[in-house]
């Protein structure tokens, strides 16, 4: 049997993604095989593709953090698991594809009835937002936020989660993003036409609790003076690192893994050291899951069960068909996506929702 996956044949613009068809893959031993039926675009694939984000693998690599798919074929070994059940998994890279062949482990079952690309939302920018709120920052209702990004796809749900843990939420946004944030509880921060910090001191006095910052370098600092004392800056993404030209561009980059990390640490060290009591710490969702499996596990369960009950409700941008990841990698690297970006499955899921 044949199918289809995406390559990343160089570092660079979205030219580098090229579809191709091979033969199926095998389940190794423990391995099962997984027809997916969702997969997440997120700006960390933008960012493996252009060289610049830790975990880029050499090339060519298959891109995709996160899916969500049917379990299709049994390696040696396996069991306690039956094809046709609907699972989950974060494999950070090989997600774009048809099929895809992972370790029984990485395996997380997902409840009946949920949409797809629902579900796959929920993977990485859920769990990167619930474990920064609850686990880096500690959050308590009432206090008050702010969020970088906020009408992205981490950023809408970080203002999810936020409104479950009734915190009193800041957002910053184009002016594209304005009522996204504002209809999910926040209350939006132009980026491009004020300077947020001083939007937070007019607006809050003495400043917010935690700010969470996707943007980095310099940004960093920025964002550590909208604290109050004792507040911290969870630093989670390094975006300052793609250059705006380069996103649309045919250009060929490089494998630059560590680009920007030197100065990343040295704004985390300035925040232990320097008076004001207001830190910066860094979360990474990938450390959190390779050194704490059992976290990545409790907490996706916990978030695809407040899906369930609707507590939760994932924005979908766009769903696009697998063999159109270049397009969808496109209109991400323009800016001005609310939610997320989904590769599905079948055509018919396009407009109906149901991937
Ligand atoms: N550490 C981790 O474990 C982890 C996990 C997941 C994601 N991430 C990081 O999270 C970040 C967001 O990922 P995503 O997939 O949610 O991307 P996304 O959907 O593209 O969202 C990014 C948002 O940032 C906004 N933005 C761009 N520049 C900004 C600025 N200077 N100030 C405020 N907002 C700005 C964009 O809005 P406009 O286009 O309207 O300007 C966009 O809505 C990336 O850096 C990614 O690497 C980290």
């Given at each position: 049997m044949r199918h289809t996956r995406i390559i990343v044949t160089h570092y660079g613009g979205p030219d580098a993604l090229r579809v191709v068809e091979e033969e199926c893959p095998e389940p190794k031993p423990g391995e099962v095989r997984v027809r997916v039926l969702a997969a997440g675009v997120a700006m960390p694939d933008?960012?493996?593709?252009?060289?610049?984000?830790?975990?880029?693998?050499?090339?060519?690599?298959t891109p995709g953090w996160d899916l969500v798919g049917e379990i299709?074929?049994?390696?040696?070994?396996?069991?306690?698991?039956?094809?046709?059940?609907?699972?989950?998994?974060?494999?950070?890279?090989?997600?774009?594809?048809?099929?895809v062949c992972l370790p029984?482990?990485?395996?997380?079952?997902?409840?009946?009835?949920?949409?797809?690309?629902?579900?796959?939302?929920v993977v990485l920018n859920y769990i990167t937002a619930y474990?920064?709120?609850?686990?880096?920052?500690?959050?308590?209702?009432?206090?008050?936020?702010?969020?970088?990004?906020?009408?992205?796809?981490?950023?809408?749900?970080?203002?999810?989660?936020?409104?479950?843990?009734?915190?009193?939420?800041?957002?910053?946004?184009?002016?594209?993003?304005?009522?996204?944030?504002?209809?999910?509880?926040?209350?939006?921060?132009?980026?491009?036409?004020?300077d947020y910090v001083k939007e937070i001191h007019r607006l809050t006095s003495e400043g917010v609790d935690a700010v969470f910052d996707p943007i980095g370098g310099a940004h960093l600092w920025h964002s550590r003076e909208a604290l109050r004392p004792g507040g911290r800056v969870v630093g989670y993404g390094n975006t300052t690192s793609l250059r705006e030209e380069g996103l649309g561009s045919d250009r060929t980059g490089r494998r630059n893994r560590f680009h920007g990390i030197p100065i990343y640490a040295?704004?985390?060290?300035?925040?232990?050291?320097?008076?004001?009591?207001?830190?910066?710490?860094?979360?990474?969702?990938?450390?959190?899951?390779r050194l704490r499996p059992e976290l990545f596990r409790r907490d996706l369960i916990a978030l695809f069960d407040l899906l369930q009950q609707q507590k939760i409700k994932p924005l979908i941008a766009q769903r696009f068909p697998l063999a159109e990841a270049r397009q969808a990698?496109?209109?991400?690297?323009?800016?001005?996506?609310?939610?997320?970006?989904?590769l599905v499955r079948n055509a018919s899921s396009l407009e109906s929702g149901a991937a």
């Amino acid at each position: 049997m044949r199918h289809t996956r995406i390559i990343v044949t160089h570092y660079g613009g979205p030219d580098a993604l090229r579809v191709v068809e091979e033969e199926c893959p095998e389940p190794k031993p423990g391995e099962v095989r997984v027809r997916v039926l969702a997969a997440g675009v997120a700006m960390p694939d933008i960012m493996a593709r252009e060289g610049v984000h830790p975990e880029t693998p050499p090339v060519p690599y298959t891109p995709g953090w996160d899916l969500v798919g049917e379990i299709d074929r049994l390696g040696d070994g396996v069991s306690g698991i039956e094809p046709g059940q609907i699972v989950a998994a974060m494999p950070i890279h090989g997600a774009y594809a048809e099929f895809v062949c992972l370790p029984q482990r990485e395996l997380v079952p997902v409840p009946s009835r949920l949409d797809a690309a629902e579900a796959v939302s929920v993977v990485l920018n859920y769990i990167t937002a619930y474990q920064m709120l609850h686990r880096s920052a500690k959050v308590k209702p009432g206090q008050r936020v702010l969020y970088h990004g906020a009408s992205g796809g981490v950023g809408t749900a970080l203002l999810q989660l936020g409104r479950l843990a009734e915190l009193e939420m800041y957002g910053t946004c184009s002016s594209r993003g304005a009522s996204a944030v504002s209809e999910l509880g926040g209350i939006p921060i132009d980026y491009r036409n004020q300077d947020y910090v001083k939007e937070i001191h007019r607006l809050t006095s003495e400043g917010v609790d935690a700010v969470f910052d996707p943007i980095g370098g310099a940004h960093l600092w920025h964002s550590r003076e909208a604290l109050r004392p004792g507040g911290r800056v969870v630093g989670y993404g390094n975006t300052t690192s793609l250059r705006e030209e380069g996103l649309g561009s045919d250009r060929t980059g490089r494998r630059n893994r560590f680009h920007g990390i030197p100065i990343y640490a040295l704004y985390i060290a300035g925040g232990w050291f320097l008076p004001g009591r207001k830190r910066i710490v860094p979360y990474s969702i990938q450390t959190l899951k390779r050194l704490r499996p059992e976290l990545f596990r409790r907490d996706l369960i916990a978030l695809f069960d407040l899906l369930q009950q609707q507590k939760i409700k994932p924005l979908i941008a766009q769903r696009f068909p697998l063999a159109e990841a270049r397009q969808a990698q496109e209109l991400l690297g323009k800016g001005g996506v609310i939610g997320k970006i989904v590769l599905v499955r079948n055509a018919s899921s396009l407009e109906s929702g149901a991937a």
